[in-house]
Nanobody, 126 residues
Framework: QVQLVESGGGLVQAGGSLRLSCAAS????????MGWFRQAPGKEREFVAA????????YYADSMKGRFTISRDNAKNTVYLQMNSLKPEDTAVYYC???????????????????WGQGTQVTVSS
């Protein structure tokens, strides 16, 4: 089992940047594929980005490509989401998620993940 704690959210102006971190407990972090999702008020949770267990494979939602970068440091049990050129529509609670990963697979739907963090609020002002 793994526990996830997100950090790094906050208030930023449009065009600005934030880096979210997700720290995982346990000694088997490198076995887990990771993902970031977000949920805005009144909307369903949506996929943002995913990374396989080794970091060699990544995948992004179309609206995040070129602006967001997911990465991981297995030695630090941490996955990151670098967010650049932020827009007001990026305002949401951002969640990281984990599941056991196989080969270079990345996972893009919330029901594929077994563990979730509590979320961190990102607010982008216009």
């Amino acid at each position: 089992q793994v526990q996830l704690v997100e950090s790094g959210g906050g208030l930023v102006q449009a065009g600005g940047s934030l880096r979210l971190s997700c720290a995982a407990s346990g000694r088997t972090f490198s076995s887990y594929a990771m993902g970031w999702f977000r949920q805005a008020p009144g909307k369903e949770r949506e996929f943002v980005a995913a990374i396989n267990w080794s970091g060699i494979s990544t995948y992004y939602a179309d609206s995040m490509k070129g602006r967001f970068t997911i990465s991981r440091d297995n030695a630090k049990n941490t996955v990151y989401l670098q967010m650049n050129s932020l827009k007001p529509e990026d305002t949401a609670v951002y969640y990281c998620a984990a599941r056991i990963g196989y080969y270079n697979s990345v996972y893009r739907t919330s029901n594929e993940y077994d563990y979730w963090g509590q979320g961190t609020q990102v607010t982008v002002s216009s």
